[in-house]
């Protein structure tokens, strides 16, 4: 199975701070036929189910702020807020679907400094 | 609108067996990859199992393997997980979910407690 591990567990950021998120693959979800990443990101705010963020590791789904931004390639991710806003405040995870089991990662909690 | 509703959660002993539903509309059921994720209170997101649109594979996790079933009816646009042999580890917040570019729609979950 492929572990996915992000870093940090949790963090603070002031309103308006550059914040993130790493995500790490224990093996690569580049895919060689088409030369896509197949990693996502999703939110979680408290109470709620998770919402699709991020796919192929750099595209924004539809309705997502543009404040939010993926990137890397292989085994190691980045999702970036470029500006923190309140409602911002969530657990955020990745997910490859590479291969089954599509594994998630064990959450970051974000909240605000 | 665009809506999955699950539903059979409920309290349970452990090694007894429980069956989810999840109620799809809103879009074309048949075109879609489905999939259940967990969540056990206080903790991360866990992928549970994936059905393709077609019904034709089927995947699950390792700790669900032998003991949970997902299947599809497409004549009245529901996603099922038949839960056998439940264990206190196994209770969780279940979602279903339709994979699009992602896990793009999500139901609100059904809570499920194995518990004597």
């Known amino acids: 199975d492929i572990v996915m591990t992000q870093s940090p567990d949790s963090l603070a950021v002031s309103l308006g701070e550059r914040t993130t998120i790493n995500c790490r693959s224990s093996?690569?979800?580049?895919?060689?036929?088409?030369?896509?990443?197949?990693l996502v990101w999703y939110q979680q705010k408290p109470g709620q189910p998770p919402k699709l963020l991020i796919y192929w590791a750099s595209t924004r789904e539809s309705g997502v702020p543009d404040r939010f931004s993926g990137s890397g390639s292989g085994t190691d991710f980045t999702l970036t807020i470029s500006s923190l806003q309140a409602e911002d405040v969530a657990v955020y995870y990745c997910?490859?679907?590479?291969?089954?089991?599509?594994?998630f990662g064990q959450g970051t909690k974000l909240e605000i400094k | 609108q665009v809506q999955l509703v699950e539903s059979g959660g409920g309290v349970v002993q452990p090694g007894r067996s429980l069956s989810l539903s999840c109620a799809a509309s809103g879009f074309s059921f048949t075109t879609y990859g489905m999939h259940w994720v967990r969540q056990a209170p206080g903790k991360g997101l866990e992928w549970v199992a994936v059905?393709?649109?077609?019904?034709?594979?089927?995947f699950y996790a390792d700790s669900v393997k032998g003991r949970f079933t997902i299947s599809r009816d497409t004549s009245n646009n529901t996603l099922y997980l038949q839960m056998n042999s439940l264990r206190p580890e196994d209770t969780a917040v279940y979602y279903c979910a339709r994979w699009g570019n992602g896990l793009d729609v999500w139901g609100q979950g059904t809570t499920v407690t194995v518990s004597s």
């Open positions: 093996q690569s979800v580049l895919h060689s036929s088409n030369n896509k990443n197949y």
């Open positions: 997910q490859q679907y590479y291969t089954t089991p599509y594994t």
């Open positions: 059905i393709s649109f077609d019904g034709n594979y089927r």
